[in-house]
């Protein structure tokens, strides 16, 4: 099984490759969704935001949404429904609950991959201004240092939900 494993090498051209082929794709998708835009198949089809969705954040001007459509979603007059036979108050109440968790994880992905991203670069110039062609030759507290920042982003995250300060819990 080890066999068809390909070997990793951590030289400055697989680190190009990899920030390229890999960490770049990763934070443009999460940039389209956070941001309006149009469905990969059919550029007629206006696609709101993740954070747009929110009732009242976006509230009749969501992209691809008709003038009059509540959000997070268009159940017409069910959304109204506060205690009602539907109880649609409760369910945009849910689901905008959810996007605001949703929202935070992007944002915390967002940033977490940003400063992956930077602290790579930052790794790649070291050993270009060193004249390492690999890792192996960098001080190992020099190359764990390149990465405070994506630790100071994941501990920021750790500990919340997503984002968002609900307290319901």
């Not at 099984?1 to 999460?30: C, H, Q, Y």
């Not at 691809?64 to 017409?76: E, M, S």
């Not at 069910?78 to 409760?90: I, L, Q, S, T």
């Amino acid at each position: 099984m080890a066999e068809n494993t390909p070997t990793v090498n951590l030289n400055k051209a697989w680190l190009e490759s990899f920030i390229e082929k890999d960490v770049g794709p990763f934070r443009e998708a999460i940039r389209l969704i956070r941001e309006d835009g149009t469905a990969p198949a059919d550029d007629a089809l206006q696609v709101p935001a993740v954070g747009n969705l929110l009732a009242g954040n976006g509230a009749k001007a969501a992209s691809g949404f008709y003038d009059g459509q509540k959000v997070p979603i268009a159940i017409g007059t069910m959304a109204a429904d506060e205690g009602g036979r539907v109880n649609g108050g409760y369910l945009v109440k849910s689901l905008n609950a959810v996007l605001e968790q949703l929202d935070g994880i992007l944002k915390n992905q967002s940033e977490l991959f940003e400063e992956i991203e930077a602290n790579l670069r930052d790794t790649i110039a070291e050993m270009s201004k060193t004249q390492e062609e690999s890792l192996e030759k960098i001080d190992g507290k020099k190359f764990v240092n390149f990465f405070e920042d994506v630790d100071d982003v994941l501990s920021e995250g750790s500990g919340s939900k997503g984002g968002g300060d609900d307290d319901d819990d």
